[in-house]
């Protein structure tokens, strides 16, 4: 948890880690509400649509085994588009 100072205008300055977990970007409406317990409020982000945009992925994703060329991955797609097609032929 982070601790934040309120300013002389009523400000205070999210933390980058939370921006980056909530993607919020300079910008971006957010609406503020009293939580239901009265002692704290809760920052959401206003979003039309209500999805998170892929830039919320970043550093989450994590690769374990050994680099994989573009070459090779298309060949992956190639060969299991041919296998799909072959247990499901189209009927004629």
Same mark, same amino acid.
């Given at each position: 948890m982070s601790t934040m100072t309120l300013s002389a205008k009523r400000q205070v300055v999210l933390p980058s880690a939370l921006c980056r977990q909530l993607a919020l970007t300079p910008g971006t409406q957010v609406e *503020?509400?009293?939580?239901?317990? /009265? /002692?704290?409020?809760?920052?959401?982000?206003? &979003?039309? /649509?209500?999805?998170?945009?892929?830039?919320?992925?970043?550093?989450?994703?994590?690769? &374990? /085994?050994?680099? *994989?060329?573009?070459?090779?991955?298309?060949?992956? *797609?190639v060969a299991a588009r041919l296998a799909q097609s072959e247990a499901y032929p189209k009927a004629s």
């Open positions: *503020v509400q009293l939580a239901p317990d /009265g /002692g704290s409020i809760i920052i959401a982000p206003v &979003r039309k /649509g209500g999805k998170k945009p892929a830039t919320v992925l970043f550093n989450r994703a994590i690769h &374990r /085994g050994k680099p *994989v060329v573009i070459e090779d991955m298309d060949a992956a *797609v």
